[in-house]
């Protein structure tokens, strides 16, 4: 099994302390090339031996598989003991709790997923594993919608409400192996894929208070 601890290099602290300043002003940050290809090619390859073996699906969201740490002695690793979950603590300022990992897929069917927040505390990490941008469904958020979470309590997942044209949106454009950290009040979303490209995504959600 891969080390994944010593495989991708260690950040720079000027790096680290400008993703700080975002997270915690922003509600996330993107951390660019965080994973190396190596690592990406690997994350896609099991994930997918994954998908093509599950025989149940979501009935809301199909192009969603969770629990990969639970197939995958790998996925268990990453999810535990990436080089993400250091990171994730410096920046969350207490010790981040596992919950699951996840493989997005999205083409032109794939669901939509609306605005929403995905719990009262936490942290999440999304590794793009394809370039991903506003033509291929990137990840959206509202800037410092984590600081007024009694304004945007009523989103949900599987709802339609239109953020587009909100003063605080901003289309978070990635590279494959580039990492996006954010507080999980953070107001999110996913357009549809309008041309078709590939556009996986890797997730690890994580509470951030034992229970």
Known sequence: MMNLAKQDPPMQEAKRSALAHSFEEDGF??????????????????????????????????????????????????????????????LLGTRPIPATASFFTKNTTAEEVYPHIDSVYGGVIWVALDDTNRDNGCIHFLRGSHRRQAEFSYLKPNQANDLSDHPDLIEASMNAGDMVLFQSTTVHWSGPNHNGTPRRGFNCFYTGKSE
């Open 29 to 90: 940050a993107i951390a660019r090339g965080f994973f190396s290809q190596e690592t990406v090619a690997e994350i896609c390859r099991r994930a997918e031996k994954i998908l093509d073996q599950r025989t149940e699906f979501s009935p809301t969201y199909t192009n969603i598989t969770k629990g990969l740490e639970k197939a995958d002695g790998f996925f268990a690793q990453l999810l535990n003991a990436g080089p993400q979950v250091s990171l994730l603590q410096e």
